[in-house]
């Protein structure tokens, strides 16, 4: 079987980078035809070279004069497969998918030090302005003041950086509604852009959420309550983030727990398909709209037998009754 060297060990990169020179027809490493003073060109064929079996490499590097010898080999093999892991880095760090999980992070960094700095804000405009207002809204208050002192414009100037902050947040929400749907299609009409996004971010990237079992996507984002569990410290997590959704959130607890199952379920099947094939599948989305009526149904045929059972002979219901 054919093996890309890219991705494995440097032991296996020495021992699977090669590749057979049909044109000759004797085993040529990935060295063949590539200049030796050119990482580039030496990076691109470890990486798409391949080998069936290992060979004696270094050996051959020397026999076709692209070595003088096998300390020489290694040095350039080195080089090729460092170039080809940067270019690689590079790529994935381009990739669509990272740029959601950076703006998600961005969201939640701006948000944080937003409302860190309003709180500072407020507490220094208060003592300056008797009529200063908290938050974020009182910190937009504070920016369109003019100020008479000194302190008054260190805190006029305070207040800007945090609507400054606030502002960001927003412009960087309305990005990842946007770019979510591009990347991850399925996802994002299920969970919606924003819980899409977070689910990409702490699975670490939509390849690394497609391969999760459902179990695991149900959990992201609970991990400590699920390490507190393991150590006997706290009973089992029935969710993580997909909590936020209303399907789980918005269910009644006793049923919150199939119905986070049951949409963990559909949210994997849903990253497979966004990064597998990238195209909306309508089924996916019905079937869940489908599996969650009936889990809500129950909570409709409970309240109507605990109606029936607390009901008298003439047909009240025993509570309250005079």
């Not at 460092?82 to 690689?88: D, V």
């Not at 008479?148 to 412009?171: F, H, K, M, W």
């Not at 599996?291 to 003439?314: N, V």
Request: net charge negative.
């Amino acid at each position: 079987m054919s093996q890309n060297p890219v991705g494995t060990s440097l032991y296996t990169r020495l021992q699977l980078c090669g590749m057979t020179d049909d044109s000759r027809g004797t085993e040529a490493g990935w060295f063949a035809g590539v200049d030796p003073d050119d990482p580039a060109s030496g990076a691109t064929a470890v990486r798409e070279g391949t080998a069936d079996s290992p060979r004696d490499w270094p050996r051959l590097a020397v026999e076709s004069g692209f070595t003088a010898d096998e300390q020489e080999y290694y040095d350039r093999l080195r080089e090729a497969t460092t170039t080809a892991t940067r270019e690689a880095v590079r790529e994935r760090e381009r990739a669509d998918d990272r740029q959601l999980i950076h703006a998600i992070r961005a969201v939640d960094d701006c948000e944080r030090t937003a409302n860190e700095l309003a709180e500072r804000a407020a507490e220094w405009a208060g003592g300056l302005f008797d009529d200063a207002s908290p938050g974020i809204d009182g910190a937009r208050e504070v920016a369109r003041r003019e100020p008479e002192t000194d302190a008054e414009r260190r805190a006029v100037s305070l207040s800007t950086r945090v609507v400054d902050l606030a502002d960001e947040r927003d412009e960087l929400a309305a990005y990842v509604e946007r770019v979510a749907p591009a990347v991850a299609p399925n996802l994002s009409a299920m969970a919606g852009p924003e819980l899409a996004a977070r689910l990409i971010d702490l699975a670490g990237g939509l390849e690394s959420l497609a391969k999760k079992p459902s179990g695991t996507v149900q959990l992201l984002g609970a991990e400590d309550a699920l390490f507190a569990h393991l150590s006997g410290r706290a009973p089992s997590p029935k969710h993580g983030v997909i909590y936020t959704h209303e399907f789980v959130r918005n269910t009644r607890s006793e049923d919150r727990g199939s119905a986070a199952r049951a949409f963990a379920g559909k949210l994997t099947l849903a990253a497979r398909v966004d990064h597998y094939s990238g195209t909306f599948r309508e089924e996916l989305h019905e079937d869940l709209r489908e599996r969650m009526a009936t889990i809500r149904a129950r909570a409709e045929t409970h309240s109507d037998g605990a109606d029936a059972a607390g009901a008298d002979d003439d047909g009240t219901t025993g509570v309250g009754d005079e």
